[in-house]
C-alpha cells in the first residue's frame, strides 16, 4: 500500500464487497494506516474489531489462520443527528451523534444551507452576512442581527428569510452548539489496567492513577445510515456532511492536527459523489487526491454497486475517481454497463478481448472478485480471480 493506492470494489450488494473493503481497511490499520470512512452507509465500522474484517461465525467457520487472531480496533461512528432521528428503536449505543456548528462552515456553506428561492431574500441576506464572522453567529444571533437592518424595503422580505432560516434550524444539519470534531479522536489509548480505550477527555483521569497507557490510532467514520431516506431530492443534507467532513479532514492536515497514512474509505460512492450530484463532495474528495503525496500519505479505497454512476474518464463529468484506480475488484452479479465502464476506464479492455471478460466475470462464482491491476496485467488472462478470506490483499498491495 502506497500513498497512490487507488482501490475501486465494484459487486452489487450482498456479493461480498463489505467483507473484501473491511479485510482491506483492517490489514492496512495493522500496517500502521488510519482508516477513516467517509459514507459508512450500513454502520460496518462498528464491527472492524476483527482482523480480516470477517464475521466471527466465519472466522469459527473458516479456521482462523495463524496471527489473525481477533483483536480489538478502537474506533468511533460519528452520525449527523437529523439520521440518528430515524432510529426506530433509539440510538445504538456505539454511535455518536453529532452536528455541524457555525464553526465548521463558511458564508457559501450557509447560503447553499438556506437555499433562497427569491433573489432579494438571497442578496439581503448576503450584505447582511457582509463581514460577519461565521464561527462567531449562531442562529439567534442572525435573526436578531435581520431585525436591526434599517432599509426600508428590506421590511417584506424579512418575514421570507426568518422563515428560511428556521426551517435550517428545525431540520438539525446545522445547530448552534453541540458540536464535535470527530478528527480530535484519531488520537486514543489503549489502557491496559481499564482494559479499554480512552480518548483525550478521559486520559487525565487516567495518568492521575498511574495506568498503563498504550498510544493507539482510532478507525473514525462518518455514519450514513438511513441516507436513503433522503435519495429523492434531498441528497444533499447527506453529501453535505460528507463534503465538510473531508474540507476538514484537509484543514487538520494542513494544521499539523492529525497525520497519516491514512485510508480513506467511500461506500456506495456513486450517492455521495455521483456524476448527476452537485460538486460539493468530487470538489473536496479531487482535493483530497490532490495533496495526496504531497502533504500527507493517503490511500483511497471506493465501493459501489453503480461503477457507470461515478465520473469516470470521458463522461460529460469534469472529475474523474474512476481512471486512476490501481487495484480493481469486480465482483459478481454486475450489470455488463457498470462492469464494461470500469474495465473500460483500465485500458485493458481492448477490441479483441470483450468476449473473453465477458466469459471471465459471468464464470465468478459468489464473493469471488476479478482482481484487475492496470500496472502489472496486461490483459483479462493475467487477472486473477481472488475472494477475501484469505489475505491475498496483503500480497497484492
Ligand atoms: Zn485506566
Known sequence: MTDTTRILLVAPTGRGKTVAGKRIVSTAYDDGWTPVHFSDVKNDFQSISYAGGASKQMIETMGLIDGEEPHRVPRKLFQPKFLVDDYRNGKPSYIEQFTLGF???????????????????????????????????????????LDDVEIEYTNNLKGPIKRTLNSLENSKILASN??????????????????????????????????????????????????????????????????????????????????????????????????????????????????????????????TQRPSKLPYPQSSDPYDFVGDTTHMFIGEGLNPVDWRKAVNSTNLYGQGDKEKWRKKINDLNQYEFLYVNPEKHDDVEDCPVVKFYSPLVRHTG
Open 103 to 145: 464553526e465548521d462552515i463558511t458564508k457559501s456553506d450557509l447560503m447553499f444551507l438556506l437555499d433562497f428561492n427569491s433573489e432579494p431574500q438571497e442578496q439581503v441576506f448576503d450584505n447582511l452576512l457582509g463581514d460577519l464572522s461565521i464561527e462567531d453567529e449562531n442562529f439567534i444571533s442572525l435573526k436578531s442581527k
Open 178 to 303: 453541540l458540536r464535535k470534531n470527530p478528527f480530535n479522536y484519531i488520537e486514543c489509548w489503549e489502557c491496559h489496567d481499564c482494559d479499554e480505550f480512552v480518548w483525550k477527555e478521559d486520559k487525565g483521569e487516567h495518568e492521575l492513577n498511574n495506568h498503563d497507557l498504550e498510544e493507539k490510532r482510532a478507525v473514525i467514520s462518518l455514519s450514513l445510515k438511513h441516507y436513503d431516506n433522503y435519495t429523492y431530492g434531498d441528497e444533499e443534507k447527506f453529501q453535505f456532511y460528507v463534503a465538510v467532513l473531508m474540507r476538514n479532514f484537509i484543514k487538520e492536515i494542513r494544521r499539523g492536527n492529525i497525520e497519516g497514512p491514512f485510508i480513506l474509505y467511500g461506500d456506495e460512492f456513486h450517492e455521495v459523489a455521483g456524476r448527476d450530484t452537485g460538486n460539493l463532495v468530487k470538489k473536496y474528495f479531487q482535493k483530497i487526491l490532490d495533496i495526496a503525496g504531497r502533504q500527507a500519505d493517503i490511500a483511497t479505497i471506493l465501493s
